[in-house]
């Protein structure tokens, strides 16, 4: 049995070892890039043996310049099939074809001998970017933009590894590094925002015997207090599937998340109101610890003399943050109500995976 290889590992090793050659031998004095970015458990660092179920194994992006993908791509192409090897490092190099009765995927399939269906894709960096993020790199990134980029995919884009760079593809993904300054603030602010709207009402569903209700928005509470964990150590979250691992390595995670695990297992909305308050001491003494306000008040307190204990009453942390944003664009998106990030107003797969759907959402900041 081959011993796992993580996928970036794995994917550096094939392009050095088995791509590099071929291309260094059929295309001599080509300008390219090779690298793996963009959708995968292995770009994040988090694949496991699973992971080779669909999509994973053996590939690597090549990023040409437009001509020269026109020029040599087929021939690119072609001289992969019939040069890899069958397999690589215990792994088959050989790709099924997509899947569709299974979303298109693509597994390993063993073959003795070539032609390779062989999961080297050609690409430029714009025609990446525009498919990805429907983002044309030949603009500059606008708060409207930042605002319509999922998290996941800013993360995905800015992990992964480049293995080779001629044609300025690192330059180029690292535009997306990190919200620019006063968009984080807005972030960070509507975050605030978010639990200030739900804080009391978890005790509210409770003390009218609806533990359901109450467990629901407690748990929703969690999810967002998690968010503004990630944006308070500027991390981009990732999707559902990876929320959890991506947050178990942050630093503020070894003392929170044993108390938000005991916010989701609580039994009654008075326990769950405990651990909770907890958190949101922790998570307010975290944003004191930024420094982007004057300290704010980090124990919680009855909700406007009603039996329910809060962090937020009266939107103080928001405001606060928001009152330091200096970029007129973002004064402008912040001086409405503050909906937050295509993150944080809606978690429907649709919208987070289809870059199609940025152009429409731009408009609510403009």
Same mark, same amino acid.
């Given at each position: ?25 059929s ?9 793996l ?8 660092? =988090? !694949? ?14 090549? =990023? ?48 003795? +001998? ?14 990446f970017?525009?498919? @990805? ?146 958190? @949101? ?16 008040p ?9 039996? =329910?204990l ?5 939107g ?24 937050? +990030?295509? !993150? ?20 609510l900041?403009?």
């Amino acid at each position: 049995m081959t011993d796992f290889i993580p996928g970036l590992e794995l994917c550096g090793l094939f392009y050095r070892e088995a791509v590099k050659p071929i291309l260094d031998e059929s295309m001599p004095g080509l300008r390219y890039g090779a690298a793996l970015t963009g959708s995968g458990s292995e770009i994040l660092g =988090f !694949d496991t043996e699973m992971s080779a179920d669909h999509h994973w194994g053996p590939r690597v992006m090549l =990023f040409l310049a437009e001509e020269d993908v026109c020029r040599y791509g087929e021939a690119i192409t072609e001289a992969l099939r019939h040069k890899l090897p069958p397999g690589f490092r215990g792994y088959s190099t050989n790709f099924t074809p997509p899947d569709p009765s299974d979303k298109n995927i693509q597994r390993l399939e063993e073959v003795e +001998s070539g032609p390779i269906n062989h999961r080297v894709e050609l690409h430029t960096i714009r025609g990446f970017l525009l498919n @990805y993020l429907d983002f044309d790199m030949e603009e500059s990134i606008a708060p409207a933009d930042w605002l319509t980029f999922p998290s996941q995919k800013l993360r995905t884009i800015t992990a992964g590894a480049v293995y080779h760079d001629e044609v300025g593809l690192q330059d180029a993904l690292a535009r997306f590094g990190y919200y620019p300054h006063d968009v984080w603030l807005y972030l960070l602010a509507s975050g605030w925002t978010r639990i200030g709207q739900e804080e009391h009402l978890m005790g509210r569903a409770g003390m009218v015997f609806d533990e359901v209700g109450s467990a629901l928005i407690g748990s929703r509470l969690v999810r967002d207090l998690m968010h503004l964990c990630f944006l308070m150590e500027k991390q981009y979250a990732p999707y559902p599937k990876w929320f959890g691992t991506a947050f178990s390595r942050l630093k503020c995670a070894e003392e929170l998340s044993p108390v938000l695990k005991s916010a989701l297992a609580a039994e009654t909305w008075k326990t769950r109101e405990r651990y909770l308050s907890s958190a @949101y001491e922790y998570v307010a003494g975290m944003h004191n610890r930024l420094g982007i306000t004057e300290p704010l008040p980090s124990k919680v307190a009855n909700f406007f003399g009603r039996p =329910f204990l809060v962090i937020h009453t009266g939107g103080g942390h928001a405001d606060a943050i928001r009152a330091q944003i200096t970029d007129a664009v973002v004064q402008r998106i912040a001086g409405r109500k503050l909906i937050g +990030s295509i !993150d944080q107003f809606s978690d429907s797969t649709d919208i987070l995976s289809d870059p199609q759907w940025r152009t429409k959402l731009r408009a609510l900041y403009e």
